[in-house]
């Protein structure tokens, strides 16, 4: 009998069925309200009937225009529309399938451009499976652990992870900009660098926002040395934060920004976007794929564009973040488990600890596995997995925010009472 690869098991045990808006159908005849939203993907919500008509329209006109072969309309209607979207002179996209493709583009874009063969990475990241993607990768050692060598050029630089290094903010955020300086003075010469890449918020790292003053300071760092900044919004990005874009908490516009994820609602999609300038500098042939910027993503993907437009999705996450937080925050007063809840937009997490303060991965799987029982699905993040993570779609509203939180109280009573 042939079976999926025992690695590959579902963090819940539902059997979906069907998908729509924040809710998924189990096969076990259950509604189940989906906080994880395909690990941040369907952004207008499972099968949105706008992003559906849009697909079903494509499928019976064009699948697959190969797009190094021949141009096609939803591509051009796409580059359009993300020009609507896109930090002003980001003007020039590659598109490709997976946000580990993505984030490679981008690396070779870097390197290509600049002629320095290392990029920078914060400690923490997480940028993908791929092996140059899984070498800049350092959120957990099972995603680079036995298959090494990976690629060479990456160097670690820290984090502003407060709540890890138990200090505030401020002083998490200049430990990191001073080790940053130390890593361009010991490790990585400024010459020898290619670029830096960040997350505006750490994602599979434990949802941990960036700073204003460290991303400040990162775009300093690559102005004065003529290196490139590189923002990973590839789970940030398309309205999850309460912006469009995550980086615009901070005010500081990137080199390259890689965007994958939300942008088409479940259909595979990813791409970067940089300066013309910059983007022909990448050498003739490191741009391609058989399957990129299909044409059913691509409608899919302006279908969303228009809906996240017309129903106000980025100041819903906005509003809904902040409701959404404010209830995380009221259970984890009443939590001793509880060591932080943090976030930007509807991109919450709240983390497990010990009564020691360590990470208490066990308790967080309880709750997990609690959540489930209440009918929210919820995934787990960080380092030892000792953080759960919610990610609704951006289409959430006041009734499945207050019922994923009545759920929620359940399942932390439930899964820390153990
Ligand atoms: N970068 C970030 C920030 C991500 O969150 C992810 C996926 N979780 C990736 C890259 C990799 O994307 P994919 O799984 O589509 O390759």
């Known amino acids: 009998m042939t079976e999926l690869s025992p690695h590959l098991r579902q963090a819940t045990p539902v059997v979906a069925v069907r998908g729509e808006g924040v809710h998924l159908y189990g096969d076990d005849g259950r509604r189940y309200l989906d906080f994880t ?42 580059v359009s529309r993300l020009g609507e979207v896109l930090p002003a002179g980001l003007d020039s996209l590659f598109l ?25 990475v914060c400690h923490g990241g997480f940028h993908g499976r791929t092996v140059a993607a899984a ?12 298959f090494s060598p990976l690629m060479g050029g990456v160097v670690v630089t820290p984090f502003p992870t407060a709540f890890r290094y138990g200090w505030d903010e401020e002083t998490a955020t ?17 010459d020898d660098t290619a670029a830096v890449i960040v997350e505006p918020v750490l994602g599979e790292g434990g949802y941990v926002p960036a700073t204003r003053d460290f991303v400040e300071g990162l775009r300093e760092r690559a102005d004065r040395y003529g290196f490139l900044l590189i923002m990973d919004e590839v789970q940030t990005g398309v309205g999850r934060t309460g912006r469009f874009w995550g980086h615009e908490h901070f005010g500081v516009a990137p080199d390259i920004l890689v965007t994958a994820k939300g942008l088409a609602s479940g259909f595979p999609l990813s791409g970067i976007a940089a300066p013309d300038e910059l983007m022909r500098k990448a050498w003739p042939g490191s741009q391609g794929g ?22 106000k999705l980025v100041e819903n996450a906005d509003a809904m973040g902040l409701r959404l937080r404010a209830g995380l925050e009221a259970v984890a007063a009443a939590t001793p ?29 309880r709750v997990q596995r609690a959540a489930v029982d209440e009918g929210l699905l919820l995934l787990l993040c960080g380092a030892w997995n000792q953080v759960v993570r919610m990610i609704p779609a951006l289409v959430v509203d006041e009734g499945a925010v ?5 759920a929620w109280t359940a399942a932390v009573r439930a899964g820390t009472q153990a």
Do not use: W
């Not at 992003?51 to 699948?63: C, F, K, M, N, R």
């Not at 399957?291 to 017309?310: E, F």
């Open 37 to 78: 939203a395909g690990i941040g993907v369907t952004s207008t919500g499972h099968c949105h009937p706008k992003v559906v008509a849009a697909a079903q329209e494509q499928v019976g006109t064009l699948i697959h225009g190969q797009y190094t072969t021949v141009m096609h309309q939803p591509l051009r209607r796409l």
């Open 135 to 146: 070498s800049m990768t350092t959120s957990g050692t099972r995603f680079r652990s036995g």
């Open 290 to 311: 058989t399957y990129g910027a299909n044409a059913v993503a691509c409608a899919a993907a302006v279908a969303t564009l228009d809906v996240i437009r017309d129903e």
């Open 337 to 365: 488990a509880i060591g932080d809840v943090r976030g930007l937009g509807l991109m919450l997490a709240t983390e497990f600890v010990t009564p020691d303060g360590a990470p208490d991965p066990e308790t967080a799987a």
């Open 96 to 120: 490709t399938n997976s946000g580990s493709e993505a984030v490679e583009a981008a690396l070779r874009l870097a390197r290509q451009a600049t002629g320095r063969p290392n990029v920078l």
């Open 402 to 406: 207050d019922a994923g939180l009545r």
């Open 174 to 190: 200049r430990f990191a900009l001073r080790e940053l300086d130390y890593v361009l003075q010991t490790i990585s010469a400024p």
